[in-house]
């Protein structure tokens, strides 16, 4: 069973910038498009971006649009979140998930499955 792991949280500055890695134990994310998604205290998750297999198509939130970027090297099975210009409003934690579509109408939690654990962000100085 497709079980993501994501890695490269931590403590950061307003301003200062981290990369999150996305891979998955024992399955290929080779043919899966791929999300990332926050939930700061108190919220609800809400999609930050996506990418499609080949990685040809992504989508971004309007609040990262410009400071995030996500990519994928699917030889070696990760994708990433490169995430600058980071604000205190973007601390949360992040979590990937896989489906089968990357859609240009932004993220809906309903078409990802396999979760991981998550990754805690926090941006404070």
């Known amino acids: 069973q497709l079980q993501l792991v994501e890695s490269g949280g931590g403590l950061v500055q307003p301003g200062g910038s981290l990369r999150l890695s996305c891979t998955a134990s024992?399955?290929?994310?080779?043919?899966?498009?791929i999300g990332w998604f926050r939930q700061a205290p108190g919220k609800e998750r809400e999609g930050v971006s996506c990418?499609?297999?080949?990685?040809?198509?992504?989508n971004y939130a309007d609040s990262v649009k410009g400071r995030f970027t996500i990519s994928r090297d699917n030889a070696k099975n990760m994708v990433y979140l490169q995430m600058n210009s980071l604000k205190p409003q973007d601390a949360a934690i992040y979590y990937c998930?896989?489906?089968?579509?990357?859609?240009?109408?932004?993220?809906?939690?309903?078409?990802?499955?396999?979760w991981g654990q998550g990754t805690q962000v926090t941006v404070s100085s």
């Open positions: 024992g399955f290929s994310l080779e043919y899966s498009s």
């Open positions: 998930a896989a489906s089968s579509v990357c859609s240009d109408y932004g993220l809906q939690l309903e078409d990802f499955h396999s």
């Open positions: 990418i499609s297999s080949s990685g040809s198509r992504t």
